[in-house]
């Protein structure tokens, strides 16, 4: 069976960063899997009913997307307002979607507080970023799917093409 791909809508070109903006990754293999119908994608955040723009939001105290689902730590827009519930529909949401449409991998822009799978940024809104995976990400892989980031992308080729181990 053709293994499916969940992608950050960002990823593909889409506009939906909470500036507006999205950040295409170029790739051969991106036009190869999209010709090949193994592309589903999804922003997770528009999906639980997010607006573009929004405020840029990260989660609180240094924790990470493991920590949100355990209700051990809080996404926070740079407004003060806790969005916490809504980051965990969006989750919800993708993990869905994967299920669905029985996606094994991901591929997710990193320094996400959803999408982010190697890093986030630590709550102050300062640019400051530590090692940890977002909302999205979290729950993803808690659920046995392979996240891997825009920055590994070579690594998901090897993998689909059968030159990789799983992780
Ligand atoms: S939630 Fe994910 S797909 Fe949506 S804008 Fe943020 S990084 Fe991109």
């Not at 960063?17 to 991106?30: E, F, M, N, Q, T």
């Not at 869905?96 to 591929?107: K, S, V």
């Not at 979290?138 to 920055?151: C, Q």
């Amino acid at each position: 069976m053709t293994a499916k791909i969940l992608v950050s809508a960002c990823l593909m070109g889409h506009s939906v960063r909470y500036d507006g903006a999205s950040k295409p990754l170029i790739h051969p293999a991106i036009d190869r899997w999209r010709e090949e119908g193994r592309l589903v994608t999804i922003c997770p955040e528009m999906s639980a009913g997010m607006p573009v723009p929004r405020p840029p939001a990260e989660i609180a105290s240094g924790m990470s997307g493991v920590d949100v689902l355990n209700g051990e730590a809080i996404v926070v827009e740079n407004t003060g307002r806790d969005v916490t519930g809504e980051f965990l529909d969006a989750a919800e949401n993708a993990l869905a979607l994967a299920r669905e449409t029985d996606c094994r991998f991901a591929l997710l822009i990193d320094g996400s507080p959803s999408c982010g799978s190697g890093f986030v940024y630590d709550g102050t809104f300062s640019g400051a970023r530590h090692a940890g995976q977002g909302v999205t990400a979290a729950l993803l892989i808690k659920n046995g799917i392979e996240v891997y980031s825009d920055r590994e992308i070579e690594a998901l080729v090897a993998r689909i093409d059968g030159r990789r181990e799983p992780r």
